[in-house]
């Protein structure tokens, strides 16, 4: 069903805080060793105390787990663990650490690691939020959402701990809500797509399948999305033909029927919460020049 031996990376960053040792063994154990992989580990550790997270992890791990160190060159094949005490953000195919002594912060932090992938990597970025405390995680989870990346957390009922897994979910911007080892698997079935913004199968009845997903869309939510920006529709659409690995409008069509929850997953892509709602700034400066003439000509009261 899937293109082998994708050209280009997928850049995944792990988040973790307590009770994420366990999460983060679990799925580096069951995910196979993929050369279109690129992770990165933001584990929030003590500053204070010499870390051996690395040499824990790489017992269990398919693939090399490195330390990260400043200006490294992020590497297919590989995961990185950002050392305690820094914040990690990723640019160029390169990690950059900044060192932070504040305390009361979570560090690394996996917000400034999930934006800069966001930015960097686009719909090619994963973020995976795993077992922690706090909600650390959940503004970049808007951010590679917002530019068509894929978002994955822990099933509240397997995390240890599960604020940081809950935090996201509650954005409304999680993909799916995953075992640690299901994860492992949707990294591998992700990383085997040869280009994450190819469109689905053409198919001579798919319009028909594209009406009656929206159908289905305005009857559970009571919103009609028929007359929405065309090219948002399709592309949002086609996402979550990914995220559910269906490959069709038709076979999404089926799929929606038999698992009625996906029209809500559909329904927050469809409304995705952006960090900036005024992101086309021009449109909104020219409202603003005309809603001062209009004020600037109304009498006081």
């Given amino acids: ?5 994708s050209r280009k990376p997928l850049y995944v960053g792990l988040a973790a805080s307590a009770g994420g040792l366990e999460a983060l063994t679990i799925l580096l154990k069951n995910t196979e060793k993929h050369d279109s992989l690129c992770i990165v580990i933001a584990q929030h550790l003590s500053p ?8 824990l992890l790489a017992r269990e791990s398919n693939f090399p787990i490195l330390t990260a160190k400043n200006g490294m060159s992020l590497l297919s094949g590989t995961a990185v663990v950002i050392p305690p005490g820094y914040n990690g953000t990723v640019s160029d195919d390169k990690i950059y650490l900044q060192s932070t002594h504040k305390h009361g912060v979570p560090k690394p932090s996996a ?3 999930f934006v800069s992938m966001a ?11 795993l077992s922690g405390t706090g909600s650390d995680g959940a503004r970049g989870c808007r951010e590679i959402k ?3 990346g894929f978002v994955f957390a822990q099933l509240l009922n397997e995390a240890k701990y599960e604020g940081m897994p809950k935090a996201a979910i509650d954005t409304g911007c999680v993909d799916r809500v995953l075992s640690a080892s299901q994860i492992a698997y949707e990294l591998i079935r992700l990383a085997n797509y040869e280009e994450i913004s190819n469109p689905p199968k053409k198919a001579g009845n798919e319009l028909d399948s594209l009406d009656n997903i929206l159908g289905l869309l305005a009857k559970q939510t009571g919103v009609s999305f028929f007359n929405y920006k065309d090219n948002t ?5 086609n996402r979550r033909l990914l995220a559910t690995d269906t490959v069709s409008w038709i076979e999404y069509e089926q799929y929606v029927q038999e698992h009625p929850y996906e029209l809500d997953n559909l329904y927050q ?3 995705i919460s952006v960090t900036a709602f005024f992101r086309d700034e021009s449109a909104f400066n020219e409202l603003e020049k005309l809603l001062r003439r209009i004020i600037a000509g ?3 009261g």
């Fill in 146 to 148: 917002a530019r068509d």
């Fill in 1 to 5: 069903m899937l293109k082998q031996n």
């Fill in 269 to 271: 892509d469809l409304l």
């Fill in 48 to 55: 204070d105390h010499e870390s051996l997270l690395v040499n």
């Fill in 233 to 237: 529709l399709r592309r949002r659409i």
């Fill in 119 to 129: 930015e960097t990597y686009q719909e090619r970025a994963v973020g995976v939020v």
């Fill in 298 to 300: 109304k009498s006081k």
């Fill in 111 to 113: 917000n400034d690691l």
